[in-house]
């Protein structure tokens, strides 16, 4: 397994939601801002002290939501960018956090669960930094059934290279065992969704199947559309947008083992 995280990649996206104007548009409007939909939605009201685990270089909207907001980022660089914008950022992994037991009211984790071993420990350990009757927040890649995963999984060396070693994806789970370790961490009222199912963002198709050969014609041509319009950030968020009114009634009408993404809201019971 390829041990090089993208980490260039990782700051670059989080200088892309640096404006918090332009994110709170972008939760409203496109499906690429689910992510800060979800936390708007469901962050307690108030909330004073909120945790970003695996924070990468920060999310600004999240200064928005709580009084204070901390993170937690293994590494360096990534961490020093979230400093400039978060009360205290910890150097630590997820599975043993450097963070005092019951103090959060919310703790957030987007895209990071999929890029972690030991996810139980992770589950178990924002259980753990959460107050009784705080909330747990998650946008988490999957081990997915849907369509695209299982033509990527044609080639399973492809498949290996583009879905697991170049994102850095380690020991994905199924939807379902995702939510269970959560279960299991203690969490109640457990809400799971699915998203990138039918339709992924734009971008995702191209970088799953790129390198194929023989696929069908109709499938070659969303891929090479999907290479284009990917190209240029801006043309990438106005593609989302213009997929968003027929990705967000189709994505929820997909089983959740067919998400290669999920959302998660759990309570601390009190």
Not at 103 to 110: A, I, L, P
Request: charged share 20%.
């Amino acid at each position: 397994m390829n041990t090089e995280k993208p980490i260039a990649m990782w700051a670059r996206h989080a200088a892309d939601r640096r404006s918090v104007a332009l994110s709170r548009i972008r939760a409203k409007l496109s499906m690429a801002g689910f992510r800060d939909d979800l936390i708007l939605k469901y962050a307690p009201r108030p909330c004073a002290r909120l945790l970003d685990v695996a924070c990468g270089g920060g999310r600004p909207l999240l200064t928005r939501v709580a009084e204070i907001v901390c993170g937690v980022e293994p590494e360096p660089s990534l961490a020093a960018q979230a400093s400039r914008l978060y009360s205290h950022v910890s150097q630590c992994e997820a599975q043993a956090m450097d963070c005092d037991s019951g103090v959060y009211e919310c703790v957030v984790c987007t895209d990071a669960l999929g890029h972690m071993d030991r996810k139980a420990s992770v589950a178990a350990e924002m259980f753990r930094v959460l107050r009784p009757g705080g909330r747990v927040i998650i946008t988490c890649e999957t081990r997915s059934s849907g369509w695209l995963d299982q033509v990527g999984q044609l080639d399973p060396h492809l498949y290996q290279r583009n879905a697991i070693d170049r994102p850095d994806h380690r020991k994905l789970e199924t939807p379902n065992a995702t939510v269970g370790y959560f279960a299991m961490a203690g969490f109640s009222s457990i809400r799971a969704q699915p998203v990138q199912a039918r339709i992924p963002e734009c971008g995702i198709i191209s970088a799953l199947l790129d390198g194929y050969r023989g696929l069908p014609f109709w499938l070659r041509a969303v891929r090479w559309c999907d290479w284009v319009l990917s190209r240029c950030h801006p043309v990438r968020e106005l593609a989302s947008l213009a997929l968003t009114p027929l990705a967000a009634g189709l994505n929820r009408l997909e089983p959740l083992a067919n998400a290669s993404m999920i959302t998660i809201v759990a309570d601390k019971p009190n």
